[in-house]
């Protein structure tokens, strides 16, 4: 039987976000009552659930707080069945500049969201990872097993983060469930990540600005993840446990670059700048997943290849070219 979404109320936290709105996009398609936790500003931005279509928008319940702060998460999630937790600041050069918020916002903050869900007996908490928190690959494919390696303030902070949801599910028997995204690209992501900032230059400059071009990734489009938190959301016996989020393919910076130049019918000069460089120690050189254990359990395997997912990128950041700055350097 099909899980039905329209029976749950949801809390989305880091809901303004990148992978946060399209996953209140799905779940409120899917027929979902959906609160959407988002970080407060004076000006009530509620990020990129901005670009959800109206109809969606008008039913999601938008809370705006801050994740450090306990008695706001517990307000956020009192009345939910579901958490998909996706807040924390991400941005690795910004957690170089600013490690003590990174690190408050991303421990101290899942710590508040777990005391939550513990307390108020919420029956599954979906908690996001990320494939930082593995470094350099010692070994590829990566598995789950792979060792930890808190190579930026940021990896560090998520390290953190995932080992207090292991450590709920063995003291307090929280039904917590992690996902770990690989490099989730795709339509709104800002020009904090290397796929929107390599396109927004090559749609607008005539020079293109970028660091390392030998860096391998394994590059997830946003639809593909988003099917995968829905599958740690919804299946049955996997509290406790942590499923990768990667297509299984890696390549290199130059690779995506070569693509969007042959997709846009473009060619730019390359020039390297040193402020887009990792120390050299803090430099993750390669990320390729092994998501067998996803496929296996979870039913979710990737659908649709890096072509046709930066076609569909390069459509969007060629529609809404506004909301880039491409010849700023966005930490």
Known sequence: ??????????????????????????????????????????????????????????????IAGDLRDQDAVRRAVEGVD??????????????????????ETNVMGTLNILLAA????????????????????LRVPIDEGHPLQGQ??????????????????????????????????????????VIPTIISQVLTRDQLHIGRLDT??????????????????????????????GTGEDVTIQDIIDMVFKITGTQLPIIQQEVRMRPDKSEVTRLLSDNSKAAQILGWTPTIDLETGLRQTVAWIAEHIDAYRPGKYQR
Do not use: C
């Open 1 to 62: 039987m099909a899980f039905d979404w329209s029976i749950h109320k949801i809390l989305v936290t880091g809901a303004g976000g990148f992978i946060g709105s399209h996953l209140v996009e799905a779940l409120a398609t899917r027929g979902a009552t959906v609160r959407a936790f988002v970080r407060y500003t004076s000006r009530a931005d509620i990020g990129l659930l901005a670009y959800l279509p109206e109809p969606i928008l008008d039913g999601v319940e938008i």
């Open 82 to 103: 579901l958490i998909f937790h996706l807040g924390a600041l991400i941005a690795i050069p910004y957690s170089y500049l600013h490690p003590t918020e990174v690190v």
């Open 118 to 137: 513990r307390d108020l007996g919420i029956p599954r908490l979906v908690h996001t990872s990320t494939s930082e928190v593995y470094g350099s690959a």
């Open 152 to 193: 930026s303030p940021y990896s560090a902070s998520k390290i953190g983060a995932d080992k207090l949801a292991e450590s709920f599910y063995s003291a307090y028997d929280l039904p917590v469930v992690t996902v770990r995204p690989f490099n989730t690209y795709g339509p709104r992501q800002s020009a904090r990540a």
């Open 216 to 245: 391998r990734r394994d590059f997830t489009f946003m639809d593909d993840t988003v099917a995968g938190f829905l599958k740690a959301g919804e299946a049955i016996g996997v509290e406790g446990d942590l499923f990768n989020l």
